[in-house]
């Protein structure tokens, strides 16, 4: 899931995940300070550039990327473990850690989260309260970068009314786990059974 700062990722997921089973939210790691009513392993975990440095040097990220002046990474043995026990591991990278995993990952589906407005965006930025004026210009920025690579993803969700981006996250996993690409030969032999 790729969208700009501020367009609502979080809300989306954190609606949408207790509806749906077998899929699990991979936090990722950063050097971004913490917001008021962020919890650290929750929302993010919380590193010093040091210690963020010492993750990349280690390989222990799948990907990662500087975004206004601070390092996003998604934990490599965090996602590995959901993966291999057979979940579903939703993703929040921007556009560079995006197409990273999906380098890495071939079967990654990739959904966008576009604001209604660009004006919009800027009011829900401002809204938070949570960032300096400069850092909210980064942000615009970088969405209009996002935007205009909005046709490398498989799927775009406009964040305009709530319920209604729920609802289009919730249809795009549903579809997407009945694609017949994600039958294996057992599941066919399965249907193949005559007892
Ligand atoms: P924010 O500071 O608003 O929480 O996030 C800034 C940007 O970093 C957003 O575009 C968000 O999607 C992105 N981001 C969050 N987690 C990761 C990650 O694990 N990897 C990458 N590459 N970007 C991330």
Request: positive net charge; contains cysteine; aromatic residues 8%.
């Amino acid at each position: 899931m790729t969208g700009a700062s501020g367009v609502g990722k979080d809300t989306i997921w954190q609606a949408a995940l207790p509806g749906i089973p077998n899929l699990s939210y991979a936090v990722s790691a950063t050097t971004r300070a913490q917001r008021p009513g962020e919890i650290n392993g929750r929302h993010y975990y919380f590193y010093q550039r040091e210690a963020f440095q010492q993750l990349i040097a280690e390989e222990a990220l799948v990907e990662f990327a500087e975004y206004a002046g601070d390092y996003y990474g998604t934990p490599r043995q965090q996602l590995e473990a959901m993966l291999t026990s057979g979940r579903d591991a939703l993703v929040k990278p921007e556009l560079i850690g995006a197409r990273e995993i999906k380098r890495r990952l071939p079967e990654a589906v990739m959904i966008f989260i576009a604001p209604p407005s660009m004006a919009e965006l800027e009011r829900r930025l401002k809204g938070r309260g949570t960032d300096s004026p400069a850092r909210i210009a980064q942000r615009l920025a970088r969405a209009r970068e996002e935007i205009a690579a909005v046709r490398e993803f498989e799927y775009v969700i406009v964040n305009d009314v709530l319920e209604t981006a729920v609802r289009d996250f919730c249809s795009i996993i549903y579809a997407e786990r009945v694609r017949s690409k994600r039958l294996t030969a057992t599941d066919i032999a399965r249907f193949l059974r005559e007892t």
